[in-house]
């Protein structure tokens, strides 16, 4: 079945939770020429439900044997592999309890599958049509596997450095024009995290965001205002956040769309930041006052 702890591998074989070579990464092969062919939509959609299945069940080894018997068959693109991301950090996380994601000790993905995963990667960043929104969910990715207990190996932290480098390289001249809300919250949370983001960046990503902040979601905004924060980089787009969440009202608003979690983290930013604005807090107290009931 497919979302078993086993499940099936693309040519049948069932799938172990760590088992034989694929615990080891020795069958994580480096991208090849020769494989060129077009997988078909069916195989695809197959090895999403697979990994996606897998990363459920805190099987991060399934997962990573899953993509790699579908790369036996067709080149992984870029859709395969922030799937597969996206999968081993789930597994990381699955069944733990709500807002516990980091800090949490969980199966780890072996060092050899990561490495032959991140060939893949890199392979698929050397392509100039990488759209933003996948630069930005590789961030999220990347900076969530650094997150993981037990640690990744340090060879994989230094790669994925690496990467994220490459990626802030790739984003800075796309900021302005093909970033949108999402993936400028997304890219800044991203690096703020993992601590490779350059000041001048995030600067740069705040000038991006500030010519549209009226579309940013409450959650898009808090990522921003975190990365900001955590950072100590002081830019007029979070005081322009906390002005306008003092005045908003009706579905846009974060008391209204947001979570417990992004007032939380736009209250710290605030603080963190020194940007003094009482109606703000005023009506956080006031939010948190009516939710206490709950």
Same mark, same amino acid.
């Given at each position: 079945t497919l979302g078993g702890t086993?499940?099936?591998s693309l040519d049948g074989e069932p799938l172990g939770r760590g088992e034989g070579s694929w615990a080891n990464g020795s069958m994580a092969r480096k991208p090849s020429a020769k494989v060129t062919? =077009?997988? $078909? &939509?069916?195989?695809?959609?197959?090895?999403?439900?697979?990994? &996606?299945? *897998?990363? !459920?069940? !805190?099987?991060p080894d399934g997962v990573l044997a899953a993509f790699f018997r579908y790369a036996d068959a067709a080149e992984p693109g870029m859709s395969e592999v922030v799937t597969c991301l996206s999968a081993?950090?789930? !597994?990381? &996380?699955?069944?733990? $309890? %709500?807002?516990?994601?980091?800090? %949490?000790?969980? $199966?780890?993905?072996?060092?050899?599958?990561?490495?032959?995963?991140?060939?893949?990667?890199e392979r698929c960043l050397e392509a100039p049509e990488i759209s933003a929104?996948? *630069? !930005?969910?590789?961030?999220w990715a990347l900076a969530r596997l650094l997150l993981q207990q037990p640690p990744v190996p340090s060879d994989i932290a230094d790669r994925i450095g690496g990467i994220l480098a490459k990626i802030e390289e790739m984003a800075r001249p796309r900021l302005a024009d093909?970033? =949108? $809300?999402?993936?400028?919250?997304?890219?800044?949370?991203?690096?703020?995290?993992?601590?490779t983001g350059k000041p001048q960046f995030l600067r740069e990503v705040g000038d991006a965001a500030l010519r549209r902040l009226e579309v940013f979601e409450p959650h898009s905004a808090t990522n921003l205002l975190w990365a900001f924060a955590a950072s100590s980089c002081k830019h007029p787009a979070a005081k322009a956040v906390a002005e306008r969440m003092a005045v908003e009202d009706g579905a846009g608003s974060i008391?209204? *769309?947001?979570?417990? *979690? =992004?007032?939380a983290s736009a209250l710290w930013a605030f603080a963190t930041l020194r940007i003094v604005l009482p109606e703000v807090f005023e009506r956080a107290a006031e939010h948190v006052r009516l939710r206490m009931s709950e």
């Open positions: 086993a499940g099936l062919m =077009d997988a $078909p &939509t069916y195989l695809k959609m197959y090895v999403y439900r697979e990994m &996606t299945a *897998q990363g !459920s069940a !805190s099987n081993v950090v789930e !597994s990381g &996380t699955a069944g733990a $309890p %709500r807002g516990a994601v980091a800090g %949490r000790a969980a $199966p780890a993905a072996s060092g050899g599958g990561l490495a032959g995963l991140f060939d893949h990667l929104r996948y *630069q !930005s969910l590789v961030a093909e970033f =949108d $809300p999402v993936a400028l919250g997304l890219i800044a949370w991203a690096l703020a995290k993992a601590g008391f209204v *769309q947001g979570g417990e *979690q =992004d007032i």
